[in-house]
């Protein structure tokens, strides 16, 4: 395991989301390209300390959200499934940051904690709007899922089992009669 350290002389930006879902559901949502592109962009993801990370982030506005025209690099400093995911952080705005990812169980949902170390004052201000916009996006999808999940499952047909069969009998009986 290695740890990482921020950049020195930067500003820390920090955010927590309760999230719905389980560790792992949520786990999967940060680290399974197809899964971050629901909510955060197209992205490669080589989930293992060294591995590359590329993402093409979207913008939020309003209550869509649109591709930024940016493309994020960097590298995978810490690692342990599904608890804590980090990364270096680099692009044409933010030089020499780092994200961190961490996950704690909160009962049947979870809570994120997303801190990300930037290396400028105006990075920092213009992150929080961007990262806030993007949390608040995994939220929804995952509450939709989530509650999209339990709707089904409480609409699934109710099955009685029988151990009588004259019972039954005797109660269709009944009702037809009424």
Do not use: I, N
Request: with cysteine; aromatic share 4%; charged share 30%.
């Amino acid at each position: 395991m290695s740890t990482s350290a921020p950049p020195p002389d930067s500003r820390r930006m920090r955010l927590e989301r309760l999230l719905s879902g389980s560790q792992e559901y949520v786990w999967r949502y940060l680290t399974e390209p197809e899964l971050l592109a629901e909510w955060l962009g197209v992205s490669k993801l080589e989930l293992r300390e060294g591995g590359r990370v590329e993402l093409e982030p979207l913008r939020t506005e309003g209550k869509e959200q649109k591709p930024s025209g940016r493309t994020v690099q960097g590298v995978v400093t810490r690692c342990e499934p599904p608890r804590v995911l980090s990364f270096t952080w680099s692009d044409a705005t933010t030089p020499h940051s780092e994200v961190t990812l961490e996950l704690v169980p909160r009962g049947e949902k979870v809570r994120l904690v997303l801190t990300h170390w930037r290396s400028t004052v105006h990075a920092s201000a213009s992150g929080a709007g961007g990262s806030a916009g993007v949390l608040e996006a995994l939220a929804t999808l995952l509450d939709a899922k989530v509650a999209g999940g339990r709707m089904r499952a409480r609409r699934a047909p109710r099955v009685r089992v029988v151990r009588r069969p004259h019972a039954v009998a005797r109660w269709h009986r009944v009702r037809r009669a009424a």
